[in-house]
Every structure is written in structure tokens, then in C-alpha cells.
């Protein structure tokens, strides 16, 4: 498989635990909203230690961004993301994935799930093309949620958060329960684009075809 090493033009914090890499993007590299490579550190000891993470920005943008979370106490490849500097070098592979976008629906996403979405919903809101999507996103506590500037710009009231851990004043607290999803969403004969941690995944399918939402029209991670 092809290899390309890519330069850190900035590295930073977005949340307590996640961060945000723009790199340098390869001439005539191509992927499509939704889509992972296997990325590693071009560093001694690093290079052949590979881990999927998801490309955030639009296909259409001249550089790469990466929203990753970490996990320092894995002492695995997103903890020693951490340590990276501007000008440090990644490598990236081929892209792959079968998340894409078919049409307007709603996006669920859990926790670093929302990675898989963030590409495609930026490229609709950049072609004023974001229309009636809705975003629900679970996250633990108000601290974990990814973009939530932006996504409340894009969206406005079709982005709804639940939190799982903190009660708060602003947003639901539980799981992602069909009374829930009745609650929140109007129409189930559309796309649900699902991706979040396997058990949340698993539920909300389960939700979903016992609410006669279409098996075709669920789209996630195969
Ligand atoms: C298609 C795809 C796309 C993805 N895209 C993104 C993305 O865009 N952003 C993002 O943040 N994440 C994404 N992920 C998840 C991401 O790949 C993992 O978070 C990442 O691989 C973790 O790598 P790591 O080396 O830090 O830790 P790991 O490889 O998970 O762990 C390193 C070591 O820590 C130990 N360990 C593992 N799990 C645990 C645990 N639960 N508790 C204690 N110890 C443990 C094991 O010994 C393991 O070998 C994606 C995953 C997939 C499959």
C-alpha cells in the first residue's frame, strides 16, 4: 500500500481530551466525506504503528484535519500525539470507509463517533446545502462535546445533545431511548447515519427497526 508522509501545519486542543491535527495534504490524494486512513508518527519506533482516525476537513480543502481523541494512560499512538509539534511528520495511506453521505437524514453519533460526520456536514454547510439535517450526539458531560460551537452555527435547533454522566440545565440526560428518539425526531421514513461506540450502535439499530425504519436506509461503519 502506498505511503505519504504529511507535515503538521498545527496542532491543538478542542476539548479537555481531543485534538484537532492540520497537516499538509498530499498532491492528488483523495478521499470522500467519512473516510479513514491507518496514520502513524514518522518518528523512530513509530512508523509502522498504525491506527485508523478519520479525515474531518471536506475533500475539497487544500490541507488534512484530523479531530482525534487521546488516551494517555494506553500509552498507545494518541498519547504519543500529544508530543507532536508543528512541522512534525505523520504518514497516512490509502483512504477507506463506507460511511458516506446518500441524502438528508439524521447523524447519531457518540463521543469521537461524530468524526465520521464532520466532514460531510461541513461540506454541506459550506454549499448551503445543510437543509433539514439534524444531529443528535451523546456525549458523558458537556466538556466531551466535540465542536459544539460550530455545529450549533450550522444547525441551530437540529442539534440536540444528550449527556450520558453530567445533569445539566441545557440538554437531556440519559441514553439514546425510543421515547427519546420519538421525542426528538419527526420523521423516520429518512437516512440515520450511526457511528459512536458498538453498544450504543447496536441500541439505536435495534431502535430504529423496531420504530420500521428502512435496514437500507441505515448507513454505518460496515
Ligand atoms: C474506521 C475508524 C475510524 C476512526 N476514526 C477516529 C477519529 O477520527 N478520531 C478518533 O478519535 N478516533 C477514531 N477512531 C478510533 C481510534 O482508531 C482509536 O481511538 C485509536 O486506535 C486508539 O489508538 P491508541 O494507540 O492510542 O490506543 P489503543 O490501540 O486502543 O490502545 C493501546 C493499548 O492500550 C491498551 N488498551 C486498549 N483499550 C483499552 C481500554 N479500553 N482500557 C485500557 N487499556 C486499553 C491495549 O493494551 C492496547 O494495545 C477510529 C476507529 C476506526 C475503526
Given at each position: 500500500m502506498?505511503?505519504?508522509?504529511?507535515?503538521v501545519?498545527s496542532?491543538?486542543?478542542?476539548?479537555?481530551?481531543?485534538l484537532?491535527?492540520?497537516?499538509t495534504?498530499?498532491?492528488l490524494y483523495n478521499?470522500?466525506?467519512?473516510?479513514?486512513?491507518?496514520l502513524?508518527?514518522?518518528?523512530?519506533g513509530?512508523q509502522?504503528?498504525?491506527r485508523?482516525?478519520?479525515?474531518?476537513?471536506?475533500?475539497?480543502?487544500?490541507?488534512?484535519?484530523f479531530?482525534?481523541?487521546t488516551y494517555?494512560?494506553?500509552k498507545?499512538?494518541?498519547?504519543e500525539l500529544?508530543?507532536?509539534?508543528?512541522?512534525?511528520?505523520l504518514?497516512?495511506r490509502?483512504?477507506?470507509?463506507?460511511?458516506?453521505?446518500r441524502?438528508?437524514g439524521?447523524?447519531?453519533?457518540?463521543?469521537?463517533?461524530?468524526?465520521s460526520f464532520?466532514s460531510?456536514?461541513?461540506t454541506l454547510?459550506f454549499?448551503?446545502?445543510i437543509g433539514?439535517?439534524k444531529?443528535i450526539f451523546?456525549?458523558?458531560?458537556?466538556?466531551?462535546?466535540?465542536?459544539?460551537?460550530e455545529?450549533?452555527d450550522m444547525?441551530?435547533d437540529?442539534?440536540?445533545?444528550?449527556?450520558?454522566q453530567e445533569?445539566?440545565?441545557k440538554?437531556?440526560?440519559g441514553?439514546l431511548?425510543?421515547d427519546?428518539?420519538?421525542r426528538n425526531?419527526?420523521?423516520?421514513?429518512?437516512?440515520?447515519?450511526l457511528?459512536?461506540p458498538s453498544?450504543?450502535?447496536?441500541s439505536?439499530?435495534r431502535?430504529?427497526?423496531?420504530?420500521?425504519v428502512?435496514?437500507k436506509a441505515i448507513?454505518?461503519e460496515?
Amino acid at each position: 500500500m502506498k505511503t505519504h508522509i504529511i507535515k503538521v501545519r498545527s496542532i491543538t486542543h478542542i476539548t479537555h481530551n481531543v485534538l484537532r491535527i492540520v497537516t499538509t495534504k498530499p498532491p492528488l490524494y483523495n478521499f470522500s466525506s467519512g473516510q479513514a486512513t491507518e496514520l502513524s508518527i514518522n518518528k523512530p519506533g513509530w512508523q509502522d504503528i498504525k491506527r485508523p482516525f478519520t479525515f474531518t476537513s471536506p475533500p475539497i480543502d487544500n490541507h488534512l484535519e484530523f479531530t482525534i481523541k487521546t488516551y494517555p494512560s494506553r500509552k498507545g499512538l494518541t498519547n504519543e500525539l500529544l508530543k507532536l509539534k508543528k512541522s512534525d511528520e505523520l504518514i497516512i495511506r490509502d483512504s477507506w470507509g463506507t460511511i458516506n453521505y446518500r441524502g438528508e437524514g439524521v447523524f447519531i453519533a457518540g463521543g469521537a463517533g461524530i468524526t465520521s460526520f464532520i466532514s460531510a456536514l461541513r461540506t454541506l454547510h459550506f454549499q448551503n446545502e445543510i437543509g433539514d439535517n439534524k444531529l443528535i450526539f451523546a456525549n458523558n458531560t458537556e466538556e466531551d462535546i466535540i465542536n459544539k460551537k460550530e455545529f450549533e452555527d450550522m444547525l441551530g435547533d437540529n442539534f440536540i445533545n444528550i449527556l450520558f454522566q453530567e445533569k445539566s440545565d441545557k440538554y437531556e440526560h440519559g441514553c439514546l431511548t425510543k421515547d427519546f428518539l420519538k421525542r426528538n425526531i419527526s420523521n423516520f421514513n429518512t437516512y440515520f447515519y450511526l457511528c459512536g461506540p458498538s453498544h450504543m450502535e447496536e441500541s439505536v439499530e435495534r431502535i430504529l427497526l423496531n420504530l420500521k425504519v428502512d435496514p437500507k436506509a441505515i448507513i454505518k461503519e460496515e
